[in-house]
């Protein structure tokens, strides 16, 4: 395995970044290449945040959404909690919209509103891990910080052929990330390789006839670039089970707020049982309901997370509970999309 230190370090730079100055995506978030690079920090770190679990086409209408409804740090800041995990749903993890807001009063509480510079200072931010904290450094600071997402680390993994596989090959991929970041526009470095990663040099199909570091690319060199970075092979995701309850009375539905912390988190949705590795029979699943009533078998619905798939029945009934929160059925758009699914089975 060659190290960046045996290649061009230089040549790679200078065509990276003419590429990017050609060929940089227009995004909301992101200031021209060559230009002001005191970007808006807050803008930058909202779309960071949106982006690390879904992709650029899927994040932007929510960045749009957001950025029209709090235009600053102090405005999200001072949303109410149910609010912004209404507006965050669909875009994965809840406990990142929860992050969200505890920086975002961090940053008003104890720097005045203003975000910190350095890749350290932010790194003390709540929520704020090693890569959000560089990436907001290199991109709206202009630091010299090494950001590496899953593009990166797929850039890097073909131009030096690391042959070791996944999550194994992380420190060998920063490290060769490193060697090559430098001072001479670091915020457009970082963005130059993420926009190759994610539009030359992608996972399937990599456009190497067009990209501007195929000369230097040892998997491409080897005939074999789309196999890079290896792979484990995978294990099967685990298959939990559950039961979701569609109450309604009239034209209303009864929802509950999930507990602050786990999956879905401070989430309002349906009443479920708990989510467990074996299905539930009617007898418990009846049981477990929260109101006595008629319940009648609507079906099922699928859903996948990260780390395992779900199968949930949905019971269907008529009648009321104290302990639910009712909402309109015409009114259900800002449900985790889970939810969604159940309740179009169950209404």
Known sequence: MRLTGEVNRDLIRARLLAWYTDQARDLPWRVPP??????????????EVMLQQTTVPHATPYFLKFTARWPTVRDLAAAPDEEVM????????????????????????????????????????????????????????????????????????????????????????????????GPE??????????????????????????????????????????????????LARPRRYGVAYVLTRGQQIGLETRPPSGLLGGMLGLPTTEWRATPFTDTEAVAAAPAVTVWRDAGAVEHVFTHFALTLRVFSGIGHAETLTWAETAALAGLPSVFMKAARVGL
């Open 34 to 47: 060559m230009g002001n690079r005191r970007g808006d920090p807050y803008r930058i770190w909202l779309s």
């Open 86 to 181: 209404a507006a965050w749903a669909g875009l994965g993890y809840y406990a990142r919209a929860r992050n969200l807001l505890a920086c975002a009063r961090a940053v008003v509480r104890d720097h005045d509103g203003v975000f910190p510079e350095t890749e350290a200072d932010l790194r003390r931010l709540p929520g704020l891990g090693p890569y959000t904290a560089a990436a907001v450094a290199a991109i709206a600071f202009d630091q010299p910080a090494n950001v590496v997402d899953g593009n990166v680390e797929r850039v890097m993994s073909r131009l030096f052929a690391v042959e070791m596989p996944l999550p194994d090959a992380k420190p060998t991929l920063n490290a060769h990330a490193l060697g090559l970041v």
């Open 185 to 234: 526009r670091p915020g457009d470095w970082a963005q130059a390789l993420m926009d190759l990663g994610a539009t030359v040099c992608r996972p399937r199909a990599p456009q190497c006839e067009s990209c501007p570091l195929a000369e230097p690319c040892l998997g491409r060199a080897s005939g074999q670039a789309e196999t890079f970075p290896r792979k484990r092979t995978k």
